[in-house]
């Protein structure tokens, strides 16, 4: 195991010692300009970024997240006290309803203003 620890350690020193001595790039205006077959760009390449999708994106992460949490909640059922697994399950249901609950009432889910 020390071997293994030893052997990561050397190998990362070796890889950072190499990033400093190879040659930094330099960019100049050619590289830096974007690449538009062959026209000047008409406009901004940057475009912004709509937060109520960034929140909804969010969101769905967080209940993807409490699925896989929740999944091993029918095979705790099967163990000898599945009581704190239950409790467990019932206390992250409760907190993301509430959440929703909360994100609801505040007008998070609603994509058009009124």
Known sequence: MS????FTLILSIILLTI?????????????????????????????????????VAILF????LEI???????????????LPTMFWALTILS????GFIYEWSKGGLEWAEL
């Not at 830096?32 to 929140?55: H, K, N, Q, T, V």
């Not at 992460?61 to 993807?64: G, P, S």
């Not at 896989?68 to 599945?82: D, E, I, K, V």
Request: hydrophobic share 45%.
């Open 19 to 55: 990033s400093f001595w190879l040659p930094t790039l330099s960019p100049d205006s050619e590289k830096l300009s974007p690449y538009e077959c062959g026209f000047d760009p008409l406009g901004s390449a940057r475009l912004p970024y709509s937060m109520r999708f960034f929140l």
């Open 61 to 64: 992460l967080l209940f993807d």
């Open 68 to 82: 896989a949490l929740l999944l091993p909640s029918p095979w705790a059922t099967q163990l000898f006290n599945p």
């Open 3 to 6: 071997f293994y620890i030893l």
């Open 95 to 98: 907190i993301l309803t509430i």
